[in-house]
């Protein structure tokens, strides 16, 4: 099962800001960087947000990625019908010496 | 440019086993690796696991510890996952990616390029 724990909906209008949460412990998000994956259907997932914050080239602005103790927040600023998508969040498990996903957040631009 | 190229749709029997193939190219393969997830339908992701050509080092998902063998032909650039005593529950889309790793006081782990995916379907 999942390790990292996420809200599994959130939605908004064009334009809206919209927040994803990302709950862990101290062996994976409070120990090592998050990143963040988005998966449009039928796809394989992209990267969206590595290493807490950082956006890979081509990746747009709106998106953006922080981190606080043992949690982490994906922000999606400006809402656009293309960004519905399920959204991971990731995180290294020194415990389980292994990655571990979120349970995923599907968005739904209303 | 890097990519990582998958082989085909499978279909299993239960207590078969099968083999995904992953051919990379574009990056220094025999140094990094290649590691590997699924997604069941309708399921989230699941990491399986990480191969490191270099050193032969595996790391696997302790689910799949003694289920699961990841090997790689250097020659080919080309990583192997084999699944054995397959389950109707390990119907699912099976994914290689390359990692990218290190520490900069917190350790990093995350895949930065995706293979399509190979769909695994286990069934009687």
């Known amino acids: 099962q999942s390790v990292l724990t996420q809200p599994p909906s959130a939605s908004g209008t064009p334009g809206q800001r919209v927040t994803i949460s990302c709950s862990g412990s101290?062996?994976?998000?409070?120990?090592?960087?998050v990143d963040w994956y988005q998966q449009l259907p039928g796809t394989a997932p992209k990267l969206l947000i590595y290493?807490?914050?950082q956006r890979p080239s081509g990746v747009p602005d709106r998106f953006s990625g922080s981190k606080s103790g043992t949690s982490a927040s994906l922000a999606i600023s400006g809402l656009r019908s293309e960004d519905e998508a399920d959204y991971y969040c990731a995180a290294w498990d020194d415990s389980l010496s292994g990655l571990v996903f979120g349970t995923g957040t599907k968005v739904t631009v209303l | 440019q890097v990519q990582v190229v998958q082989s085909g749709a499978e279909v299993k029997k239960p207590g078969t086993s099968v083999k995904v193939s992953c051919k990379a190219s574009g990056y220094t393969f025999s140094s990094i690796g290649v590691t590997w997830a699924r997604q069941a339908p309708g399921q989230g992701l699941e990491w399986m696991g990480w191969?490191?050509?270099?050193?032969?080092?595996?790391n696997y998902a302790q689910k799949f510890q003694g289920r699961v063998t990841m090997t790689t032909d250097t020659s080919t650039n080309t990583a192997y996952m084999e699944l054995t005593g397959l389950r109707s529950d390990d119907t699912a889309v099976y994914y290689c990616?390359?990692?990218?790793?290190?520490?900069?006081?917190?350790?990093?782990?995350?895949?930065?390029?995706w293979g399509k995916g190979t769909t695994v379907t286990v069934s009687s």
């Open positions: 990616a390359r990692p990218v790793s290190g520490r900069e006081g917190y350790y990093y782990y995350y895949m930065d390029v």
């Open positions: 290493k807490n914050n």
């Open positions: 191969i490191r050509p270099y050193n032969g080092n595996t």
């Open positions: 101290s062996t994976n998000i409070g120990s090592n960087y």
